[in-house]
């Protein structure tokens, strides 16, 4: 026995099989590229053609219950041998047949080699202990990759020698792996430990018992779609890239792979994550991410005529090929993890009857590989609607998500057990022992494997100074890193529409410059009319499962700007919609602000926000920087589509703007998934909330945040067209991504300020300096002088910054100066973190009416003044309700921030447990 638990001769039985199914599987997908050859040759219809691609896949499904049961009573050496070798002869016949009957009976035969899978698990899992048989079948199942040899060198090899050759080749390839195979490698140690103990093998009937299990066959439905349809897009992905794109056989092959390579290495990888974190966690990703995948690739193209006021408005969408592409590789890669996912319980639940049960569910998956390309073919017949498979596997994925979330939920509460002891798979329930229990959520699990669910963090107390010393700020700063990281991506793609419409013009986009100027005030609407209800979503969701999915959602405008900007004529109502949709960036800040507040302690509370804040609205400097530069560079080559040409002559790539956030966006939503805790005090119903609107300070509130965060957000949306009209002969872009830094930098670095001296102090301060910085912006714009009004904007972006802080720090301290003295504990705490929310919704909305208050100004004056001098008023009016209601003798925090005795600290009691 190995150290590691493995058998003796593991690793050579693990690669020998592994190569060994890997020339099966090009075998067993050989039609998929001869068949273009015999499709033109015998003038084939699409279903027949459909039938010939399948029938190997039905044989070598059909076969792999039998053969897993002969693979536990004689052992899968001999067995994967033979079977090799029959294949092998098979597949030599098809190059000698004449008619369509002859080829399927040849295919029939050629079947064979797929019904190998079940020998190799069978074979492979013997050698493995249980924590190790996850990985082990992964890297076996990756052999999966022989579709993609096919596709690589079949096509060369058809198109120089003829269809013939290629099975002749394959054939020959295939025996000689059988020789190799049988001679480098020995039998599993089960039946040598029986032959040596003289114990007969259980006889065939009972090796099928297992199957009376009902969880066994919803196994099976995973499987059909994670593998049948991972085999079926293999066979159908070369026709369609014919049809559909107009490809040759060779190109057609080479991209067919770009999906089966990925569906198949990365296998391996699913057989780890199901070792670490468990089947259902991978099962979950795996169906949701490849629901979204087939709903995408199901659109068929279509072309849309509005009938607007000034005439029709026509525009077409459809998925250009590179973007096809890149969905398929996305769609096989889950469907790797999941194809590892399915396999990793087999010989966990079932160990002496490995064969049998992974017979039947690799015999249903096989099945899916025959059933749904013939019904490709009909549905293509039926509705002459190329995109229909898809939408097939959308309806059948669905399916499978949904049976499988219904089964937990209903083993879990028909179990009556902690969900975090149940096994696994809790439909597996029935048949589990302890030692297949899945570990909870102590750190004391199994060596090597990671708690299968993160449950919400119970005993959470900041106030405890030795609680948090010691777990607290830890988690507390994790949280927080991440969530600023995520949060700077929002700012960035709330923002990209700053920098996009000021350079649409140039490169084709015949827009008004008060249709640019709603395109750069409609992100704010959108985000600040979101962020009413992100701010809510945290205490109902949990702050993890809720930064993931709105971190997430930013693929959508990523993709989408990517897209549109590459064709001048795309309508203005595709930029309205797409500006719209850049609001879920905008609307992440409310529930990121909210998420962090109940992790930090009150002395800490206004730094925590600060950072957080500070350093994700440097998401839009950030943005303001890199993007000039992005465009002006072909980043992503081929994949990122043709550039364009300015009226300058100069050469850009404006999607870059989009796709540049595209793997960030990925990695953050990673990170937020596995990173991020939830906290069980912070969970309330939005009644619970909801008391916040019958308090008079939560709308005082939200006046002061829209006087600092809104006058940050609205003139990062606005300065850099208003710059470049009002000063033309300067190339202002270069220089606008200074004001949010140095906004964003001011806030990140001022908070222990409000810490220190008290927020309300600090926020008087900041509007006195907004009102001479706006009195400084109108003087200079009057002067002409750029350099000027730049330095003014500056220092009122410092202002704003400062202020952005300082008004965070008064909320909670208003709210335990108010709410807290007479509510229960905590209370105080979760309505002042909804509050934060709250009013940072609607202090976005200045993001919206700044940049549509300088339009409405030059539209009607000629000038921006009217719109300044109405900034500078409503400034006078923050400052006075500063100094009225709370800084004055008498003022809520006049005593507060004076450092008078304070109130004792409120604390959240600790539920019984902890995580």
């Known amino acids: 026995m190995a150290a590691d638990g493995s058998a003796p001769g593991a690793a050579r039985a693990l690669w020998a099989s592994t190569l060994a199914f890997t020339v099966c599987f090009a075998v067993w997908t050989i039609f998929s590229i001869i068949g273009l050859g015999l499709k033109a040759e015998l003038g084939l219809t699409e279903t027949q053609f459909g039938l010939l691609v399948g029938t190997p896949v039905l044989t070598g499904s059909l076969i792999r219950l039998v053969l897993g049961i002969w693979s536990d009573q004689i052992g899968g050496r001999r067995v994967f041998a033979v079977v090799m070798a029959l294949a092998a002869i098979a597949t030599f016949l098809v190059s000698r047949a004449e008619t369509y009957p002859q080829l399927l009976a040849a295919a029939l035969g050629v079947g064979l080699a797929g019904g190998a899978f079940a020998v190799g698990v069978s074979y492979v899992s013997r050698f493995y202990p249980r924590e190790r048989q996850g990985a082990a079948l992964g890297v076996f199942g990756a052999g999966n990759v022989g579709a993609a040899v096919t596709k690589f060198l079949a096509p060369f090899v058809m198109v120089a020698f003829g269809w013939e050759a290629v099975a002749q080749i394959w054939a020959g390839v295939l025996l000689l792996t059988a020789v190799l195979f049988f001679v480098s490698t020995k039998e599993d140690p089960d039946l040598a430990r029986r032959r040596s103990a003289g114990v007969k093998p259980e006889p065939f009937l009972a090796q099928l018992k297992p199957l009376a299990n009902i969880q066994v066959w919803r196994f099976a439905l995973y499987y059909f779609f994670v593998f049948g349809a991972f085999v079926a897009l293999a066979l159908w992905l070369p026709r369609y890239l014919v049809g559909v794109y107009g490809l040759d056989v060779k190109a057609a092959g080479m991209l067919a792979a770009f999906y089966s390579v990925p569906a198949s290495l990365f296998r391996i990888y699913g057989g780890r994550l199901s070792d670490r974190y468990g089947a259902r966690k991978v099962l979950y990703w795996t169906f949701g991410v490849s629901a979204l995948c087939t709903f995408m690739l199901s659109y068929p193209p279509t072309d849309y005529v509005i009938h607007g006021v000034e005439g029709p408005i026509a525009f077409s969408t459809s998925m250009g090929l590179v973007p096809f592409v890149v969905t398929i590789f996305v769609l096989g890669f889950f469907m790797s993890l999941g194809k590892a996912a399915v396999f990793k319980h087999i010989p966990v639940y079932y160990p002496q009857h490995v064969g049998a049960v992974g017979g039947v569910v690799g015999m249903v998956g096989g099945l899916g590989g025959f059933v749904l390309p013939l019904v490709f073919g009909v549905l293509n017949d039926l509705t002459g609607v190329w995109t229909s498979c898809f939408f097939l596997l959308f309806l059948l994925v669905g399916t499978a998500l949904a049976w499988m979330h ?112 709603w395109l750069a005030a409609l992100p704010g609407l959108s985000g600040a009319t979101l962020r009413i209800f992100y701010a809510f979503l945290v205490p109902i969701f949990g702050g993890r499962l809720w930064t993931t999915l709105s971190t997430a959602s930013l693929l959508v405008p990523a993709f989408g700007i990517g897209y549109a900007v590459q064709d001048p004529g795309t309508p203005y109502l595709i930029f309205v919609v797409l500006a719209l949709l850049c609001g879920l960036g905008g609307g992440n800040f409310a529930s990121s602000m909210a998420n962090i507040s109940f992790f930090f302690p009150k002395a800490e509370k206004g730094s925590a926000l600060a950072l957080n804040a500070g350093l994700g609205n440097l998401g839009v400097s950030i943005m303001q920087f890199v993007v000039p530069i992005a465009v002006t560079l072909a980043l992503f080559g081929a994949l990122g589509g043709e550039g364009q040409t300015t009226g300058a002559g100069e050469r850009v790539w404006m999607q870059n703007a989009g796709f540049l956030w595209v793997p960030f966006i990925m990695a953050g939503s990673v990170l937020a998934w596995f990173g991020m ?145 007479t509510t229960a ?53 923050c400052a006075v309700l500063t100094f009225a209601v709370y800084i004055r003798p008498g003022g809520l925090l006049h005593d507060v921030e004076r450092r008078r005795p304070p109130v004792p600290p409120m604390t959240v009691p600790a539920p019984e447990g902890s995580r």
């Open 406 to 517: 219904i089964a937990v939920r209903r083993m879990e509460v028909r179990s009556g057990a902690a969900p975090a002891s149940l096994p696994e798979l809790p439909e597996m329930e029935p048949i589990h022992d302890p030692a297949h229990v899945g570990p909870g959520p102590q750190p004391v699990a199994a060596e090597g494997v990671a708690p299968l669910r993160r449950p919400p963090i119970t005993e959470w107390r900041p106030e405890d100074p030795a609680f948090w010393r010691a777990a607290g700020r830890p988690v507390a700063r994790r949280n927080l890193w991440i969530s600023t990281y995520c949060l700077l991506l929002a700012f960035a793609v709330w923002m990209v529409w700053s920098v996009v419409v000021a350079r649409l013009p140039a490169v084709g986009f015949r827009f008004t410059p008060d249709q640019l100027f």
């Open 677 to 821: 805790d939830d906290l069980a005090s912070a969970r309330a119903s939005f009644a619970e909330q909801a008391t916040i609107f019958q308090r008079l300070h939560t709308w005082l509130m939200c006046w002061l945040y829209t006087g600092t965060f809104g006058s940050f957000i609205g003139f990062s949306a606005g300065f850099p067209l208003l710059a470049k009209l009002a000063f033309p002969e300067v190339d202002s872009l270069r220089y606008v991504f200074l004001g949010p830094l140095v906004g964003a930098a001011s806030r990140a670095g001022t908070g222990w300020l409000a810490d220190r001296y008290g927020g309300g102090r600090i926020t008087l301060v900041v509007f006195l300096g907004m009102i001479a910085a706006v009195a400084g912006m109108i003087w200079f714009l009057h002067a002409g002088s750029f350099w000027g009004f730049f330095g003014m904007v500056m220092l009122l972006f410092f202002f704003s910054g400062v202020g952005n802080a300082s008004t965070f720090q008064m909320i909670p301290a208003i709210w335990r100066e108010t709410v807290g003295r």
């Open 825 to 877: 504990p905590g209370v105080a705490d979760r309505e002042a973190a909804a509050v934060i929310g709250f009013t940072s919704a609607i202090a976005a909305f200045g993001a919206f009416f700044i940049p549509k208050a300088y339009g409405a100004s030059i539209a009607g004056t000629g000038a921006a003044d009217a719109a300044l001098w109405g900034f500078l008023g409503f400034y006078v009016t």
